[in-house]
């Protein structure tokens, strides 16, 4: 399975309730902007893309809730991260202005999900439930791990941590807004 926002996620089975699925959205995260790196504006990016090598392909990304453009004058790859340059951000300080934001890309420049795919950003903000219909809460953040995500769900009984692993994951309802769970010892 592929683990990250801004590229395809397998599951199983989606739209069950025979409700359209949702619209495809202008833009797809692939990578959370950690802080600056070193002086000139080089800013040390998370990232949440299987495709990291496209960092080099890119122009033009969009950050932030606003997808303001930003265009890539150089990356290189460091420990595991991206450090990206844009040609807007000329010091650390314009850098530090961009801590904490998302980096995405327009949806036209992804690579096409195959048959069976879901965007893992479509999984946040998904209503979960137990296969017995018991309401856990709604995804609020996904937290990537080396093995599988693993989504945050926040509700009356508190904080879960739900695995994206098979033995899981039982449901993906993109009509329906919700993702349905089989818990296994230890999740709550």
């Given at each position: 399975?592929s683990?990250?926002r801004?590229?395809?996620?397998?599951?199983?089975?989606r739209?069950?309730?025979g409700s359209?699925l949702p619209s495809?959205?202008?833009?797809l995260?692939?990578?959370?902007?950690?802080?600056?790196?070193?002086?000139?504006?080089?800013?040390r990016v998370e990232i949440?893309?299987?495709?990291?090598?496209r960092?080099?392909v890119y122009r033009?990304?969009?950050?932030?809730?606003g997808?303001?453009p930003?265009?890539?004058?150089?990356?290189?790859f460091?420990?595991g991260?991206v450090l990206?340059?844009f040609r807007?951000v000329?010091?650390?300080?314009?850098?530090e202005?961009l801590r904490?934001?998302?980096?995405?890309?327009?949806v036209?420049?992804a690579?096409p999900l195959?048959?069976?795919e879901?965007?893992?950003h479509?999984?946040l903000?998904l209503?979960?439930?137990?296969?017995?219909g018991?309401?856990?809460?709604e995804?609020?953040d996904?937290i990537?791990?080396?093995a599988?995500?693993?989504y945050?769900?926040?509700?009356?009984q508190?904080e879960?941590?739900?695995p994206?692993?098979?033995?899981?994951?039982?449901?993906?309802?993109?009509?329906g807004?919700?993702l349905?769970?089989r818990?296994?010892e230890?999740?709550?």
């Amino acid at each position: 399975m592929s683990h990250d926002r801004g590229h395809p996620v397998s599951y199983g089975t989606r739209g069950s309730d025979g409700s359209e699925l949702p619209s495809e959205p202008a833009f797809l995260a692939i990578g959370r902007i950690l802080r600056p790196h070193g002086v000139r504006g080089e800013v040390r990016v998370e990232i949440h893309t299987d495709f990291p090598e496209r960092f080099g392909v890119y122009r033009r990304v969009y950050l932030g809730s606003g997808h303001r453009p930003y265009e890539i004058e150089g990356h290189r790859f460091h420990q595991g991260k991206v450090l990206l340059k844009f040609r807007e951000v000329i010091d650390r300080t314009a850098a530090e202005e961009l801590r904490g934001q998302w980096v995405y890309i327009a949806v036209e420049d992804a690579v096409p999900l195959a048959e069976g795919e879901v965007y893992l950003h479509d999984i946040l903000g998904l209503r979960v439930e137990t296969v017995d219909g018991e309401e856990l809460g709604e995804v609020a953040d996904i937290i990537e791990t080396g093995a599988n995500p693993v989504y945050v769900v926040r509700g009356l009984q508190g904080e879960i941590l739900i695995p994206d692993i098979p033995d899981v994951i039982e449901t993906i309802d993109l009509g329906g807004g919700k993702l349905i769970v089989r818990l296994i010892e230890g999740l709550r």
